[in-house]
């Protein structure tokens, strides 16, 4: 990105207005939800089903749109389910992170798109930590008050060193954030893979896997039948007000700000750009890092390949937000009850759940085209005149 | 980037390979068992091994020199990877369709592949032209909704989000040319995609240095206005360049799946970062098709050594840690070789002024 660029972008940020902002993240999510349902309604054409939705001129349709995102908000626990509600919270809670981490990034006008692989790390240290160190720990709260935070500290700084490499090799060899962090994902699964499978896993099977945690490093659910701990939604919370706090209202927060979006003005008002670039990746990865440590504390109870790519919904989320930390609340719960749901959908209906993943990049599509709405809306709008002076 | 650095500083990088590359050679004489080992890995190194590296490129080539129309016109199309897997998604979806019917049938097969990558690319354009998206985000969902989407339909098509295998390419053999000690063993011995990339090369270098296409797109990227000016649409100029990179994108992604003859979609798909190595090709290259081709081949030819290491007695590596090598590669280039000048509209819409 060169330097017009980001004066672009920064005339944008400034001249789009919360409210536009919040228009637009509406309209973008509507937009992907009818996309989403024409790909669903065409997709049955050639699914094999037993009994189809419905036949329309002599062709069955195996899914029905409107039936599919029902029985989506359905399984998110929409309608009063307890258990639908736990698992629709508890991807939320780790998404509220896992989106933090893009945002972050954002502010500073960096692309994070190596939150998966921050996270891959972070969950692979934190069991470690927790498998390694749980032996000599007394097996009650004692033992749980002194692993989650340890396992948890560990992952953050796994995390943001791997942050660190992409920010510092932006920074300093002004290599593309996007294909950095991408690369490193790679690398990231590759390392824990080998790792896992060669040194540190479970052999006892063949699955690449690490060995459980024990029940007393596990985070205590909050509803029966389910994993969900309210401590890491509250915890979530707590770093998405903290955060908005830091970029709104601190000096640090402004200078992070400026030194990505304009480093030579930053640089000219005295704030060393290069070593906030560093720093801005740094904090996004050890966001990405407690996404992990989160996802083993609560969600899997050991590291396992193949993490679900909760790092790459982040940028959903972070997108959908506007960057903005306290917008990455709703989204999260958005993007937690679409994930929640896709497993109701799956089951009842027999929709691939990769239809979620669809809608992910659908949503990011329109976010990123603002002026589709504004040509939208200024169509409307002269329809609305051209109304009223027929009347 | 700054437009006044200089557009490359190879010396030092130059000066570091070949000190390894001294350094590395003496201690293969020197230490003892080191030796026996360099036999071994120069052993690898043999005609099969070059034929499978040149299939790892396919893929990585045409994104690469595909990205180079899009960006030059102007447009950085990010979104390389994600029409690589459509395409190798849909060219097998096709292949599976049509049942085998030899090579007529993967060629039709690959059409389909490009045609499926043809229109993503279109809606791409308009969105980045008309709808004066963010280039960078666009090319990301383009990705991220295709990484959902190839899954998704091959959950629908084939209940798992592997395909079935279907035909793969034969190698097809160049009458006389073939024959031809080691030089024909390798490349007049190859898969149809692997001889299309062999006469792309030099066709987009020739489509990009000697034709007033050529120096359209390269007007377009860098100086929209006086092109402008000039009474061509940089418009028109730009869509070209983008579904130029759609189309080579279509043929890599197809070429890629048929050399294979299954799609992968676990994970992140078959593609695994290609259209992202791609893009790096050319970076490495200073957009030189050639260049992004030979870079290709190099990254191609580390990919390829996950095959080709199991067969080397002695050495313990974990084929995982071999896999990443390619990754790791394009992180050190990207550090420490030079700062590539990207065009300087590059990312930037253009309102022409009528």
């Not at chain 1, 770093?239 to 830091?246: F, G, P, S, T």
């Not at chain 1, 909760?310 to 989320?317: E, R, S």
Request: glycine share 12%; charged share 15%; aromatic share 10%.
């Amino acid at each position: 990105m060169n330097r017009a660029d980001l004066e672009r972008l920064l005339d944008r940020l400034v001249d789009a207005t919360v409210l536009e902002r919040v228009v637009i993240s509406f309209a973008s999510l509507l937009f992907a939800i009818v996309v989403g349902g024409v790909i669903v309604l065409l997709a049955g054409i050639p699914a094999t089903c037993r009994d189809p939705a419905f036949v329309f001129a002599g062709r069955e349709f195996c899914y029905d749109p409107i039936e599919m995102y029902l029985t989506l908000f359905e399984g998110a626990g929409a309608f009063g389910s307890l258990t639908n509600l736990g698992l629709t919270l508890q991807e939320t809670s780790v998404l509220l992170f896992t989106g933090l981490s893009v945002a972050v990034a954002f502010r500073a006008g960096l692309f994070n798109i190596g939150t998966q692989g921050q996270m891959v790390l972070g969950a692979l240290g934190s069991a470690l930590t927790i498998v390694w160190v749980a032996p000599s720990l007394p097996e009650n709260v004692v033992g749980t008050v002194v692993i989650v935070p340890l396992a948890v500290v560990v992952a953050t700084v796994i995390g943001g060193l791997y942050g660190t490499l992409p920010g510092l090799m932006k920074a300093y060899a002004d290599a593309h954030e996007v294909i950095t962090t991408i690369m490193l994902n790679f690398v990231a699964m590759g390392i824990a893979f080998y790792l896992v499978r060669n040194h540190v896993g479970d052999t006892t099977t063949d699955s690449v896997q690490t060995t459980p945690i024990p029940d007393f490093a596990r985070l205590p659910p909050t509803i029966d039948g389910t994993r969900f701990s309210i401590l890491v939604l509250l915890f979530g919370l707590a770093a998405a007000i903290a955060l908005y706090l830091l970029y709104e209202r601190t000096v640090v927060g402004y200078d992070l700000r400026t030194s990505g979006l304009a480093p030579e003005a930053a640089d000219y008002g005295g704030v060393n750009a290069k070593r906030n670039i560093v720093a801005s990746m740094t904090l996004s990865g050890a966001l990405g890092g407690i996404a992990g440590a989160m996802y083993v504390l609560m969600v899997h109870y050991r590291w396992e390949t193949d993490m679900p790519p909760l790092g790459f919904d982040g940028i959903a989320v972070s997108i959908l937000a506007g960057n903005n930390p306290l917008g990455v609340i709703p989204a999260s719960l958005l993007f937690g009850a679409l994930k929640g749901g896709s497993l109701q959908i799956d089951f009842a209906l027999g929709v691939p759940p990769e239809l979620v993943e669809v809608l992910r990049g659908l949503i990011i599509l329109f976010v990123a085209m603002p002026e589709f709405f504004r040509m939208i809306g200024s169509y409307a709008g002269y329809g609305t005149d051209g109304g009223e002076t027929d009347g | 980037m700054a437009n006044a650095e200089p557009p490359k500083r190879l010396g030092p990088v130059v000066g570091l390979v070949i000190g390894l590359f001294v350094v590395l050679v003496f201690a293969v004489v020197l230490v003892p068992g080191l030796r026996e080992l360099g036999a071994d890995v120069v052993g690898i190194v043999d005609a099969s091994y070059v034929r499978s590296a040149l299939r790892f490129t396919v893929p990585i080539a045409f994104a690469g020199m595909g990205g180079i129309f899009a960006e030059k016109s102007g447009v950085i199309n990010i979104g390389l990877e994600g029409l690589l897997i459509i395409s190798a998604f849909t060219a097998i979806a096709v292949m599976w369709l049509l049942g085998d019917q030899g090579d007529a049938g993967r060629m039709l097969a690959m059409f389909g592949g490009v045609l499926a990558s043809l229109l993503v690319t279109l809606l791409f354009a308009i969105i980045c032209i008309e709808f004066k998206a963010d280039q960078i985000i666009a090319g990301l969902a383009v990705w991220l909704i295709a990484l959902g989407f190839a899954p998704f339909g091959s959950i629908i098509i084939w209940g798992t989000v592997n395909s079935d295998s279907v035909g793969s390419f034969d190698p097809l053999s160049i009458p006389l040319l073939s024959d031809l000690p080691y030089v024909g063993q390798v490349l007049f011995r190859a898969t149809p995609p692997v001889y299309l990339m062999l006469l792309a090369v030099p066709f987009s270098w020739y489509l990009l240095n000697r034709t007033a296409f050529g120096k359209h797109l390269q007007a377009s990227g860098e100086d929209p206005k006086t092109l402008d000016t000039a009474g061509v649409s940089v418009r028109k100029v730009r869509y070209a360049g983008v579904l130029l990179s759609g189309i080579y994108c279509g043929i890599g992604g197809a070429g890629l799946a048929l050399n294979a003859g299954q799609f992968v979609g676990g994970g992140e798909t078959i593609t695994s970062g290609r259209g992202l190595i791609g893009l790096t090709t050319y970076l490495i290259a200073n957009y030189n098709p050639v260049g992004a081709f030979l870079s290709a081949f190099f990254f191609a030819g580390l990919d390829a050594l996950q095959l080709q290491i199991q067969r080397v007695p002695g050495i313990e590596l974990s084929s995982t840690l071999i896999g990443i090598i390619p990754y790791v590669a394009v992180l050190i280039v990207l550090t420490f070789v030079g700062k590539t000048r990207m065009p300087e509209s590059a990312g930037e819409h253009y309102e022409s002024e009528e």
